[in-house]
């Protein structure tokens, strides 16, 4: 497993002063979020010179750009907007194409409470996988779709399983379908295998929360090599979010 953190755990710092903050606590990588105005200065508006400097800078640097996580969805009931984030989503496609990105983060959230609307999302979400799979696939991008919000596991894997995906995989936060019901051993029946990125938050004080230590441990034991990343937002103090993280992880 490759440990970093998301830019929201530090949003007022550049992309130098990330990667120094990876460097000092020895993360491997880092996750930015994008669309949130973040100082890492990675964005759809920003200029190839940018894109150039920020790609050079992980290239010296020794340090991994996981993932590029976006606030992309394809569950509007309005077939224009989910056309425009299929649209969205290619332009984030190609954006990670260029900064050597690893991943790009999706949602599929939030789900409706009737099986019939619920049947009717999840094909809207596969759809706009579909539409978007084999592009990523040919840049080299894998597409992570969360277990964000009420999109438990056993969803996530029926919206792979109807979109035919081949270069989509999953972002796993087990603590959202643990607050929505399903343990994490449940859910893992649906994703393994499937996991390409995670998220994980260790809390403020105390040992590691039994839901990160579980889901860490399943992915450990089945030999799991991608990325696991830390997803505080906003803290008042993410130095020390760093550090506890980072002393945490070491215990397992």
Sequence with gaps: MQFGFMSSVCPPLTLAELIDKAKQYNYEHLELRVEWQHKHGVELDST???????????????????????????????????????????????????????????????????????????????????ACDGLAGDAGVALCLETHGNLLASYLAEVLYRSEAQNTY??????????????????????????????????????????????LTLLAQDGYTGFISIEVINPKDSEAVLKRHAELYKTL
């Design 48 to 130: 190839e010179q940018q894109l150039n400097e920020a790609k050079a800078r992980f290239a010296d640097s020794g340090i991994t750009l996981s993932c590029i996580a976006t606030g992309v969805r394809f569950i509007d009931p309005d077939a224009n907007k989910r056309a425009q984030q299929v649209v969205l989503l290619k332009k984030y496609i190609d954006l990670s194409e260029k900064m050597g990105a690893k991943n790009i983060r999706i949602f599929g959230d939030p789900v409706p409470k009737t099986p019939t609307e619920i049947d009717r999302t999840l094909d809207w979400e596969a759809d706009g996988i579909r």
């Design 170 to 215: 999953v972002n796993w936060h087990a603590a959202h379908h643990v607050r929505h019901g399903q343990p994490v051993d449940v859910a893992y029946v649906h994703l393994r295998n499937k996991v390409r990125h995670a998220h994980v938050s260790f809390g403020n004080e105390g040992p590691m929360p039994d839901t990160e230590k579980d889901s």
